[in-house]
T-cell receptor, first 114, second 112 residues
Framework: KNQVEQSPQSLIILEGKNCTLQCNYTVSPFSNLRWYKQDTGRGPVSLTIMTFSENTKSNGRYTATLDADTKQSSLHITASQLSDSASYICVVSDWSGGSYIPTFGRGTSLIVHP | DGGITQSPKYLFRKEGQNVTLSCEQNLNHDAMYWYRQDPGQGLRLIYYSQIVNDFQKGDIAEGYSVSREKKESFPLTVTSAQKNPTAFYLC???????????FGQGTRLTVV
């Protein structure tokens, strides 16, 4: 069964500090990996998407890495801001029967304190 | 202004009643999805549709029904057969099933 595990479950940091969120997956065959940011009570918003051949992708202060051999990804947030407080969700998709089937992680809840 | 719109934002239902959640998109996307989100859990797929007049069950379709009569609309009905319907429901759409999904703002359903 495809699985996506995220760690830590929750994280508290001070404004201005960096942090790294982890995502391990067992999805096969791998199609792509996405990181989403979800503010409380809102829909998720895409941050990055990476395919098998990509190992780094940046979006402003967000940098995602992918190691397809070890099936691990990380999301690094640089110089955190209060607005970064949200849940960060890792989503890994496989390609099954002509359709892309995403598996969602449970998310990491990030709180940035002033 | 293109996007995906869910309504209402909050919905209360009495036990035993059916209720329909609305999802409309003007992005000209072929694929649409319904997910359920519970506290501490990842999103779980209820139904998805790759094209008008066609839809497929996801992982937790029991107690739910959908229709896709128009490309722009993918309403979800939560029936009385759904034993634990209180949750946050998210609708999404994408150009195709292999492309990025855009999410609506969600509907929080509470059974009272």
């Amino acid at each position: 069964k495809n699985q996506v595990e995220q760690s830590p479950q929750s994280l508290i940091i001070l404004e201005g500090k960096n942090c790294t969120l982890q995502c391990n997956y067992t999805v096969s065959p791998f199609s792509n990996l996405r990181w989403y940011k979800q503010d409380t009570g809102r829909g998720p918003v895409s941050l990055t998407i990476m395919t098998f051949s990509e190992n780094t992708k940046s979006n402003g202060r967000y940098t995602a890495t992918l190691d397809a051999d070890t099936k691990q990804s990380s999301l690094h947030i640089t110089a955190s801001q209060l607005s970064d407080s949200a849940s960060y969700i890792c989503v890994v998709s496989d390609w099954s029967g002509g359709s892309y089937i995403p598996t969602f992680g449970r998310g990491t809840s990030l709180i940035v304190h002033p | 202004d293109g996007g995906i719109t869910q309504s209402p934002k909050y919905l209360f239902r009495k036990e035993g009643q059916n209720v329909t959640l609305s999802c409309e998109q003007n992005l000209n996307h072929d694929a649409m999805y319904w997910y359920r989100q519970d506290p501490g859990q990842g999103l779980r797929l209820i139904y998805y549709s790759q094209i008008v007049n066609d839809f497929q069950k996801g992982d937790i379709a029991e107690g739910y029904s959908v229709s896709r009569e128009k490309k722009e609309s993918f309403p979800l009905t939560v029936t009385s057969a759904q034993k634990n319907p209180t949750a946050f429901y998210l609708c999404a759409s994408s150009i195709g099933t292999a492309t990025e999904a855009f999410f609506g703002q969600g509907t929080r359903l509470t059974v009272v």
